[in-house]
């Protein structure tokens, strides 16, 4: 598995990884031990996790982003894919605070999901121009 990204939760002592092999994994920290594992559609580029409902955001080279729920031990529910980018997703942001996910993408766009509130709803921001 080649690695792209990765996010250690301390609350938790959970180490999550994505890979280019379309993995998501999830390990405890003390041991090492996987806990369990997702397969996306397409390689799995980045990812993002909000530690108080723990829902996983992986950001993929299709352009959708897995929304992935996990409990405390080594089960997971997959909740939706949030779709939008016509590119690959780069990077991803979750504010806990907002209950927003920000994602930007290769295609040059921008997008803010307002995840809070069991609704997801989508904003659009398209980057133009030379920097």
Do not use: P
Not at 65 to 79: S, Y
Not at 82 to 103: M, N, Y
């Amino acid at each position: 598995m080649r690695v792209s990204d990765i996010i250690f939760d301390s609350t938790r002592d959970w180490l999550l990884s994505v890979g280019k092999d379309k993995t998501f994994h999830w390990y405890t920290g003390e041991t090492g031990r996987r806990l369990g594992s997702y397969v996306a559609d397409a390689s799995c580029v980045c990812l993002a996790f909000d530690r108080i409902s723990k829902f996983v955001f992986i950001g993929d080279y299709s352009g959708g982003i897995h929304m992935v729920k996990l409990d405390d031990g080594e089960e997971f529910k997959f909740v939706t894919t949030l779709k939008g980018h016509a590119g690959s997703v780069r990077s991803l942001f979750w504010d806990e605070l907002k209950q927003i996910l920000i994602s930007c993408s290769a295609d040059k766009t921008i997008f803010i999901w307002q995840i809070g509130e069991g609704r997801v709803m989508q904003y659009n921001y398209i980057v133009t121009g030379k920097e």
